[in-house]
Structure formats: structure tokens, C-alpha cells
């Protein structure tokens, strides 16, 4: 099983601050390698698969990069809405398999 | 506008069994791989179960293999999840999911881009 380790945990940024979220693979997942953005009570939104393609209405200010084992995920400018949990996720390797997480709080 | 909705969902004791239903709405299952994905209370997405477009290719999480059974009815637009022997450790709200792009040969499905609400399962005494 393909493990996904995010970092870090917890981010504390102010808005429009820049968010830096990483994920990194336990093997290569060439570029199979989604973000999800998920907030409480509602189901995770897809912002990225394939490493960059961004998914449908997703703002110019998330960006998504990355191959292999290490992945970015970055927002430029944090707007009030983005405070959020992060998941990244490969389809690699069944069983597809989700990090653990990062939990972007207001400062 | 893309839609999933589930039903299903309740509380069973363990050992119980139930069938969670997702039915698409805006577009057609029959092209797309389709998902089960569930999330525990406080916890991090797990991904159960995909199936391909056609319904040929499917795949189960270790956690819940031979006791959960993907599947679809493409003329119903509509997915399934069989679970038969839950046990207290299935309880989480499962969401089915859709893929993000077309099926074609050779693809293998795992990036869900539309959601369903969720349906909260509940495995207890």
C-alpha cells in the first residue's frame, strides 16, 4: 500500500498569506496524485488531479505540482473561504490511498 | 448539473446488512468509473470500492472484501454497495463518488470530481 505523508499537520496563516502544503509517496505515483479540499460537514472537492489539472471552477489561486514522490500543493493568496482541511490522494496503486491531511486555520 | 444522491444508509447491528444506492442526475454512469468512499467520524477519507464504466473491472478495499459488492444498474443510472457482516468499524458516513473524466481503455479510475451528500451508516448494539 502506497502511504501518502502530508506536512505540515496544521498551518496557522492569515488571509492573504501564502499556504504551502506538501504531500510525499512512500514510492513513486508518477502523477497520479489528487488534492481535495474538504470542510466540515461537506464532501471532500476535488482541486486537482493528475498533479495539475485543476478541476472544474477551482480559483487561479490554487495551483498544484509535483512528480514521483513529492507533491505541492500551493494557494497564492488566502481568501477566508480556503481555511480548510487538505487531503492529497493517489490512484496509482490500488488500494487508492489518502494522506492524512492538513488542517489550514486562521492565524 | 451533476448530481449523486445516496440512500441507504441507517443504523444495523453488527452482523447486519445493508444496500446503499447512489442515482446520477445530469449525466449518464454508463460513461464514467464511479466510487464508494467512506469517512469515519473525525477521520480522514477511506476509499472502499471503484467500478469501471461497463461494470467489468471492479475493486474493494481489504477492509471489506467479501463482505462489500460494488455494483451498478447503467439503464437505472444507478450505483450500488452491498454490505453484508458490518461490524462496529464500518460506521462512517460513505459518499458515492464520480470520476472525473471519461472512462477509455486502458484508464483506471481515482479521482472523484462530484460527490454525492453522503449517507451515514451506523453499526451498533
Known amino acids: 500500500e502506497i502511504v501518502l505523508t502530508q506536512s505540515p499537520a496544521t498551518l496557522s496563516l492569515s488571509p492573504g498569506d501564502r499556504a504551502t502544503l506538501s504531500c510525499r509517496a512512500s514510492q513513486s505515483v508518477n502523477t497520479y496524485l489528487a488534492w481535495y479540499q474538504q470542510k466540515p460537514g461537506q464532501a471532500p472537492r476535488l482541486l486537482f488531479y493528475?498533479?495539475?489539472n485543476r478541476a472544474s471552477d477551482i480559483p487561479a489561486r490554487f495551483s498544484g505540482s509535483g512528480s514521483g514522490t513529492d507533491f505541492t500543493l500551493t494557494i497564492s493568496g488566502l481568501e477566508p473561504e480556503d481555511f480548510a482541511f487538505y487531503y492529497c490522494?493517489?490512484?496509482?496503486?490500488?488500494?487508492?490511498?489518502f494522506g492524512g491531511g492538513t488542517r489550514v486555520e486562521i492565524k | 448539473e451533476v448530481q449523486l444522491v445516496e440512500s441507504g444508509g441507517g443504523l444495523v447491528q453488527p452482523g447486519g446488512s445493508l444496500r446503499l444506492s447512489c442515482v446520477g442526475y445530469g449525466f449518464s454512469i454508463s460513461d464514467f468509473w464511479m466510487h464508494w468512499v467512506r469517512q469515519s467520524p473525525g477521520k480522514g477519507p477511506v476509499w472502499v470500492s471503484r467500478i469501471k464504466s461497463d461494470g467489468t473491472i471492479t475493486s474493494i478495499a481489504d477492509s471489506v472484501k467479501g463482505r462489500f459488492t460494488i455494483s451498478r444498474d447503467n439503464a437505472k443510472n444507478t450505483l450500488f454497495l452491498q454490505m453484508n457482516g458490518l461490524r462496529v468499524e464500518d460506521t462512517a458516513v460513505y459518499y458515492c463518488?464520480?470520476?472525473?473524466?471519461?472512462?477509455?481503455?486502458?484508464?483506471?479510475?481515482?479521482?472523484?470530481?462530484?460527490w454525492g451528500q453522503g449517507t451515514l451508516v451506523t453499526v451498533s448494539s
Open positions: 463518488a464520480r470520476e472525473v473524466r471519461y472512462d477509455s481503455r486502458n484508464y483506471y479510475g481515482g479521482a472523484a470530481a462530484y
Open positions: 490522494q493517489q490512484r496509482s496503486n490500488w488500494p487508492l490511498t
Open positions: 493528475d498533479a495539475s
